[in-house]
T-cell receptor, first 115, second 114 residues
Framework: GAVVSQHPSWVICKSGTSVKIECRSL??????MFWYRQFPKQSLMLMAT?????????EQGVEKDKFLINHASLTLSTLTVTSAHPEDSSFYIC???????????FGQGTRLTVV | AQSVTQPDIHITVSEGASLELRCNYS??????LFWYVQSPGQGLQLLLK??????LVQGIKGFEAEFKRSQSSFNLMKPSVHWSDAAEYFC????????????FGRGTSLIVHP
């Protein structure tokens, strides 16, 4: 498998500020990582595919200027929630996929609360 | 397009009882199938997977799942549930759109009574 570390595990920020979430693949060089958002008692919603060395691919309806993704190395992808608002409060999870089977390994998730 | 249906939003069982969580998929070819578990406030952990071969697969924590092509199902089972099994369970299918991106079911919440 792959070990994925996500940081921070929780964060509280004020409206209008920006928050950065890091996702590290500790033992696997990931050219692609994925960012999900999860609402309470719901499944995962794919937000974007993070591509090492190039622009992220965003899912329909996800604001790319709001959710900035940077994948500068094979082991690190970051998600920055810009000008956060209370409606951005959610659980954000990153993952890496080992190949064409879709087998995925997940970070621990980040609980974002915007006050 | 591939899809996954988990018909049960909640399942309640008594500790020590057997468990079966249902999962049905829609996919044109032989699917890659997964079960994940999510404890509160945590990411998802892979329980088991099916790619090919023996249709009864063993996973971690005493879980197993059976692939039934005729029923397009991949149900998760455990003979004796422990209180620590209370969590959210997600079935997923891979190998379709984008290949690297699995499609998840909506999840089933398992409640365990003492």
């Amino acid at each position: 498998g792959a070990v994925v570390s996500q940081h921070p595990s929780w964060v509280i920020c004020k409206s209008g500020t920006s928050v950065k979430i890091e996702c590290r693949s500790l033992d696997f060089q990931a050219t692609t990582m994925f960012w999900y958002r999860q609402f309470p008692k719901q499944s995962l919603m794919l937000m974007a595919t993070s591509n090492e060395g190039s622009k992220a691919t965003y899912e329909q309806g996800v604001e790319k200027d709001k959710f900035l993704i940077n994948h500068a190395s094979l082991t690190l992808s970051t998600l920055t929630v810009t000008s956060a608002h209370p409606e951005d409060s959610s659980f954000y999870i990153c993952s890496v996929s080992l190949g064409v089977t879709g087998e995925a390994f997940f970070g621990q998730g980040t609980r974002l609360t915007v006050v | 397009a591939q899809s996954v249906t988990q018909p049960d939003i909640h399942i309640t069982v008594s500790e020590g009882a057997s468990l079966e969580l249902r999962c049905n998929y829609s996919y044109g070819a032989t699917p890659y199938l997964f079960w994940y578990v999510q404890s509160p406030g945590q990411g998802l952990q892979l329980l088991l997977k099916y790619f090919s071969g023996d249709t009864l697969v063993q996973g971690i924590k005493g879980f197993e799942a059976e692939f039934k092509r005729s029923q397009s199902s991949f149900n998760l089972m455990k003979p004796s549930v422990h209180w620590s099994d209370a969590a959210e369970y997600f079935c997923a299918v891979g190998g379709g759109r984008g290949s690297y991106i699995p499609t998840f079911g909506r999840g089933t919440s398992l409640i365990v009574h003492p």
